[in-house]
């Protein structure tokens, strides 16, 4: 996120008695609007829903309203800036967010006079604790259309751009490389399985994975089956899937698995 590149709010601002050349003159201390944060609520591991309010337009209607945010204690208007012309009383924005950080958020409303930011409010949003996997797995082992496999290596690849993503695990058994695509390193949690790579690269979301197996072919993962994503103390992950899905011509065949990945 960050801000804008289609538009940002530059205005020619009057603050307290200070006049600038083309602004309104100020007749009364209320001419600019008065905001305040409504809610803040944190709705899925990295993704927080945040309310304003305009409590009072001040002398003129309100031309925008938008939300700015940080790591430290009192964001800059233009960090994080993200601002919409809703015309509502109350106003909401979703943002991603990182795990294992602290954030604080300000909203904000502008209108002929000049902009007021709100009091800030500060969100933590903690480190994801591992998934629980709904199946009974063998690490390092994979069952693909019925034939049990033993792994032979895991691999983790922060670099990878070839596929989709920018991160990348990979599992080898047999002649197979199965290689499992994500936006950033993945965390703790259970992500679903996204078949369409054009749509995938397109979304952005946080918790897809797009999975490709390669052996004389190539076969991508159904959409709507979930990967399990476990940290290790070493640091080393941990993958589990108890159904992914793939087709071999009209038939519909499924794998089932975990391996660990350095």
Not at 47 to 65: D, L
Not at 77 to 104: A, C, P, R, W
Not at 212 to 237: A, I, R
């Amino acid at each position: 996120m960050g801000i804008s590149k289609t538009k940002m709010i530059i205005l020619p601002f009057c603050l307290g008695v200070a006049l600038i050349s083309g602004c309104k003159k100020l007749a009364q201390n209320d001419a600019l609007p008065v905001v305040s944060i409504k809610s803040v609520v944190l709705t899925s591991k990295d993704t927080a829903i945040i309310t304003g309010t305009v409590v009072n337009q001040g002398a003129e209607a309100i031309q925008y309203e938008g939300i700015c945010y940080g790591i430290d204690s009192m964001p800059d208007m233009l960090e994080n800036q993200h601002f919409i012309n809703s015309g509502q009383t109350n106003f909401t924005f979703s943002v991603k967010l990182k795990t294992d950080s602290t954030y604080f958020i300000r909203v904000f409303a502008t209108n002929s006079y000049g902009y007021a930011l709100s009091r800030p409010a500060s969100i933590h949003v903690p480190h994801q604790k591992p998934p629980v996997v709904p199946c009974s797995l063998t690490d390092m082992q994979i069952i693909d259309n019925g034939t049990r496999y033993t792994v032979d290596a895991g691999y983790i690849d922060p670099y990878n751009t070839v596929n989709y993503g920018s991160w990348q695990a990979e599992a080898d058994y047999g002649s197979v490389q199965m290689f499992f695509d994500f936006w950033g390193r993945p965390a703790n949690g259970a992500y679903v399985t996204q078949v369409d790579g054009g749509q995938f690269s397109t979304d952005h979301s946080g918790i897809e994975v797009y999975v490709q197996k390669t052996d004389f072919n190539v076969y991508s993962m159904q959409s709507g089956d979930s990967v399990y994503v476990t940290e290790n103390p070493d640091s080393s992950l941990s993958l589990s899937f108890c159904g992914m899905h793939y087709s071999i011509g009209p038939s519909t065949v499924s794998v089932i698995g975990k391996f660990t990945a350095n």
